[in-house]
């Protein structure tokens, strides 16, 4: 046992459905990796040409992940933070140097977008205005031997009930293959990795009162409420 002169960080986990024996199962976070431009109808309404769109990646910290459920405060230095609804897809680990999905599940990458666009125009980092507090809401995560075939799957979000947000996954410019293939060369994925696979057009406000409801055919949904 070692003597930490402080409490250690606890571990950030999700709840796991599907071929669960128990049925309390948890899924440790360890990194968030995020893919952004991953659909050419989204890469159009921020601005950006599709044609030449090559993916990007940012990060979250573990601790920004909210269980479906929760009520969130509306975080500080924003006046329009924003909902992008997005595959996540968890890794199980490496197997004789293949890297194994162990579950998928359905995530809001929020985004205060007025700080985001503000650092974009400066040249500066957008770090802040992505990986903030409760700023990766996370659904529960279906194994994947237990989930349907999601290659084309409907995804969705809806505030208020409204549906703003409406794609196929069939739509991600670079498929879950892909994305995993072209991390690896850049860190090595692990066990516990979370990636936040890019969000379809539709993004948009949410303002406190509001109800954010995101939905992947065939697999567990996220709700969160802002307060
Ligand atoms: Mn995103």
């Known amino acids: 046992m070692r003597n930490y002169c402080i409490l250690p960080s606890p571990i950030v986990s999700l709840p796991v459905v599907g071929n669960v024996v128990g049925g309390d199962d948890r899924f440790p976070v360890r990194r968030i990796y995020c893919v952004g431009r991953n ?16 993916p990007i990646f940012f990060t979250k910290s573990r601790e920004t992940i909210v269980q479906s459920g929760a009520t969130i405060s509306y975080p500080p230095l924003t006046e329009n933070l924003h909902f992008e609804v997005e595959l996540v897809v968890a890794i199980a680990g490496n ?41 990766a809401p996370c659904s529960a995560i279906m194994k994947a031997s237990a989930a349907p075939d999601i290659s084309a799957a409907a995804i969705t979000l809806t505030n208020e009930g409204v549906v703003k947000q409406s794609s196929t996954l069939d739509k991600m410019i670079w498929s879950v293959d892909e994305i995993i293939a072209h991390l690896n060369k ?42």
């Open 39 to 54: 659909y050419a109808d989204h890469v159009t309404e921020m601005g950006g040409d599709p044609n030449r769109s090559t």
């Open 95 to 135: 197997i004789d140097g293949k890297t194994e999905v162990f579950g998928y599940g359905v995530g809001l990458d929020m985004t205060r977008r007025d700080m985001q666009a503000a650092a974009k125009k400066g040249g500066k980092p957008w770090d802040m205005a992505k990986n903030f507090e409760d700023s």
């Open 186 to 227: 850049t860190v090595p994925l692990a066990a516990g990795d979370l990636i936040y696979t890019g969000t379809p057009e539709g993004v948009g406000s949410v303002v406190a009162g509001e109800t954010l409801v995101g939905t992947i055919d065939g697999l567990p949904e996220i709700k969160v409420t802002y307060a």
